[in-house]
């Protein structure tokens, strides 16, 4: 799990997380949201659909906007949350909803974990959520810098060329330690797939003699 990565990491390293790996330049709150997603893709790569829920919870979102409908709260009992499978495009079109108000569509905006799963990242953040009244920008925010993203909102009179969103690494060694810790991780489950298999192999030629 990404979460364990981070747990494979020295002290210092974990440490040094929290002053950012990767940092997000953004001016809109939908972009930024989608910056910082980008950003925990381009980090942990092999990162599984489940894993990358496990990172971005539903709770950090938990309702969208009152005005359009959709799947989400304060329509359903159900948290809108950061991301979603992109299997959510059918459940919109068979309530006839509008999927692109809700998530960002387009090819460019949509991500692929490592276990083959599209994933949709929430389009509506609010400075005021409609269920908590808290800021889901902020909340995103402030929880993902546990994983080294860190984010700098650009005020509106500064020039910000790309429009949405910039990415950079800020700090290169952190990075490949974080690389070889998803790689270690990699190599456990190698290491235990040959044990299986001559311990299988082993049983074989017992139970043959």
């Known amino acids: 799990m990404s979460i364990q990565v981070v747990e494979r990491l ?21 972009r930024t949201a989608l910056g910082i997603v980008d950003a925990l893709f381009t980090l942990y790569p092999k990162a599984t659909f ?7 919870p539903d709770t950090i979102n938990p309702s969208a906007p009152k005005n359009y409908k959709s799947l989400f709260k304060p329509y359903t009992t159900r948290n809108y949350g950061v991301i979603q499978p992109s299997s959510i495009r059918q459940e919109c079109q068979a309530q ?3 999927i692109h108000a809700s998530h ?11 276990d083959g799963v599209e994933v ?3 389009k509506a953040w609010e400075s005021k959520d409609t269920e908590t009244g808290e800021s889901d920008i ?3 925010i ?7 993203v860190r984010v700098v909102q650009v005020e509106r009179k500064e020039a910000f060329n790309k429009g949405d969103y910039n990415l950079e690494v800020i700090n290169p060694a ?5 690389d070889k810790a998803s790689t270690k991780k990699n190599m456990w489950w190698l290491y235990a797939l040959i044990g299986l298999l001559v311990a299988a192999g082993a049983g074989y030629f017992l139970t043959k003699k």
Do not use: C, W
Request: proline letters at 2%.
């Open 138 to 140: 902020q909340n995103l």
């Open 10 to 30: 020295s002290s210092s390293d974990r440490a040094s997380l929290k002053k950012g790996v990767i940092e997000v330049t953004g001016k809109a709150m939908n």
């Open 142 to 148: 402030d929880h993902v810098l546990q994983y080294g």
């Open 104 to 114: 960002f569509t387009e090819p460019n905006e949509i991500f692929t974990t490592a």
């Open 50 to 56: 489940e894993e990358m829920k496990q990172m971005l």
């Open 174 to 178: 952190l990075k490949q330690a974080i």
């Open 120 to 122: 949709l990242v929430a």
């Open 96 to 98: 006839d909803l509008d």
